[in-house]
Nanobody
Framework: QVQLVESGGGLVQPGGSLKLSCAASGSIFSINAMGWYRQAPGKQRELVAVITSGGSTNYADSVKGRFTISRDNAKNTVYLQMNSLKPEDTAVYYC??????????????WGQGTQVTVSS
């Protein structure tokens, strides 16, 4: 009922930058938190950054000072600006959102994932 579509992944050299986007669509009444998670091969999915509807943010220690999460509430879109990328940032990045549907039921949704590869 809620679709999350990510874009912006790709191959980048160490020290480079990428910006991920995730747009939510469907019968949405409101969205609470939107966030980015990542999963590297052989590892568990981990939180990268999250932002509330009010703009409060939280980051994994490993990305603080390098990544910035933001959102456009009017577009139901969340962004992740990634700077000073390192090879250890290589992973599939997933968008997540939770909120309330137009039917007043709660929802929680995941995107399909976008690959980020940091390599020379």
């Amino acid at each position: 009922q809620v679709q999350l579509v990510e874009s912006g992944g790709g191959l980048v050299q160490p020290g480079g930058s990428l910006k991920l986007s995730c747009a939510a669509s469907g019968s949405i009444f409101s969205i609470n938190a939107m966030g980015w998670y990542r999963q590297a091969p052989g590892k568990q999915r981990e939180l990268v950054a999250v932002i509330t509807s009010g703009g409060s943010t939280n980051y994994a220690d490993s990305v603080k000072g390098r990544f910035t999460i933001s959102r456009d509430n009017a577009k139901n879109t969340v962004y992740l600006q990634m700077n000073s990328l390192k090879p250890e940032d290589t992973a599939v990045y997933y968008c997540n959102a939770d909120g309330t549907l137009a039917t007043m039921k709660a929802f929680g949704s995941w995107g399909q994932g976008t690959q980020v590869t940091v390599s020379s």
